[in-house]
């Protein structure tokens, strides 16, 4: 199953946001099941380092999002797929 972390949960993650906290990090720990493929766009981890780098600084914000990174997928978005998406009746 794929599943799509967008910057809200990503954030709530890394930034311990405590109100999401625990829903998102149980989501986020998917990653080490199999069958699931989790993934985010480099719009949203654009989003997240902003947000980290202003709670905790640069260089703890890029080590955070490298963690993170290293767990997930990135997704692209061409012409062809948002096209392609678009055509999909799901």
Known sequence: MRIFFDANVLGSVLNK???LFTYSSRGLGLTDKNGFEI???????????YFAEKKCGTQ????????????IKIAGATTFSVKQTLQNKK
Do not use: D, H
């Not at 703890?60 to 767990?71: F, H, Y």
């Open 60 to 71: 703890l914000a890029k080590a955070k999002i490298e963690s993170l990174v290293s767990k």
């Open 17 to 19: 946001k405590y109100a």
């Open 39 to 49: 993934y985010t766009s480099p719009i949203c981890l654009a989003n997240v380092f």
